[in-house]
């Protein structure tokens, strides 16, 4: 019983982690559940769902209570940080906390040797997610209000960021504003209308249940070659985060933020 507790709460702890980190521009959700090391879980309980509901309800909401916490929590204090001086050391902060998931990966990857096959992996990664950002700016954005179009469109774009959310590497803010869906978004948001969040909504649950089903097989029957195409979406995410080469005391400042972002998801990972 006092385990089951302690791992619910080490559950919370992690979505408010992911949630909070993911009000931060350029960093995906995906990549710090990948770092906590509870990026597996989240897959296999949102695509056993109805199978399990026992066992993958009572996950999910622990998370997800987390994780609304995290983005309130944090939202506010992240965003000022990110408007002082402190934002390079910041965003090298988050730059290290990547990093130092990345030996997780290959620990659940099994990979002991790195070869040059794996290297293909990577790269497959890499490109996938560069060939994300090629989509056109304003492809899906809503046409007249309450049109067919425009609801079928939004459908599409909630599926499409409902694939971001899934995969790490890939911030869900940015592809909102690649779908040209940003502003039309936050401000129905901000109003409460619901209405319009329906389309996208039933869009992003479906795609996030089909996302978590296909990853879900493919972490099953080739979870080597997943995880390293998964590591190169990561890869792709990092320049989104990198804020240029500081000089003087702020390298120094930099540099300090970017060993302790690394030493903390690393030992977070050899927790986990």
């Given at each position: 019983m006092l385990d089951n507790q302690r791992e619910n709460i080490k559950t919370l702890l992690k979505g408010a982690w992911v949630g909070g980190t993911m009000?931060?521009?350029?960093?995906?959700?995906?990549?710090?559940?990948?770092?906590?090391?509870?990026?597996?879980?989240?897959?296999?309980?949102?695509?056993?769902?109805?199978?399990?509901?026992?066992?993958?309800?009572?996950?999910?909401?622990?998370?997800?209570?987390?994780?609304?916490?995290?983005?309130?929590?944090f939202s506010r204090g992240i965003?000022?940080?990110?408007?002082?001086?402190?934002?390079?050391?910041a965003r090298f902060f988050f730059l290290g906390a990547v990093g130092g998931g990345i030996p997780l990966?290959?620990?659940?990857?099994?990979?002991?040797?790195?070869?040059?096959?794996?290297?293909?992996?990577?790269?497959?990664?890499?490109?996938?997610?560069l060939l994300l950002t090629l989509i056109p700016t304003g492809l899906f954005a809503p046409g007249e209000s309450g049109s067919l179009s425009s609801v079928l469109l939004q459908?599409?774009?909630?599926?499409?960021?409902?694939?971001?959310?899934?995969?790490?590497?890939?911030?869900?803010?940015?592809?909102?504003?690649?779908?040209?869906?940003?502003?039309?978004?936050?401000?129905?948001?901000?109003?409460?209308?619901?209405m319009a969040l329906i389309p996208l909504g039933i869009g992003g649950l479906?795609?996030?249940?089909?996302?978590?089903?296909?990853?879900?097989g493919l972490l099953e029957k080739h979870t080597r070659p997943t995880f390293l195409i998964i590591l190169g979406f990561m890869f792709a995410s990092l320049p989104e985060l990198f804020p240029g080469i500081p000089t003087g005391m702020e390298?120094?400042?930099s540099l300090a933020a970017l060993a302790?972002?690394?030493f903390l998801l690393f030992k977070i990972g050899k927790v986990s």
């Open positions: 009000t931060v521009p350029g960093v995906s959700g995906g990549s710090m559940a990948m770092v906590l090391g509870i990026y597996d879980r989240l897959i296999t309980s949102v695509s056993r769902i109805f199978k399990e509901p026992g066992k993958s309800i009572p996950f999910l909401l622990w998370f997800a209570v987390g994780g609304c916490a995290g983005i309130v929590l965003s000022l940080l990110l408007t002082t001086k402190a934002a390079v050391s990966i290959f620990k659940e990857a099994g990979i002991r040797r790195f070869g040059s096959k794996d290297a293909i992996f990577v790269g497959i990664g890499i490109l996938s997610a459908a599409v774009g909630g599926v499409i960021i409902a694939v971001a959310l899934v995969l790490p590497g890939i911030s869900a803010s940015q592809m909102l504003y690649m779908l040209g869906i940003y502003e039309s978004t936050l401000q129905a948001v901000s109003h409460l209308d619901i479906a795609g996030t249940f089909v996302s978590a089903k296909v990853l879900e390298l120094v400042y302790a972002g690394f």
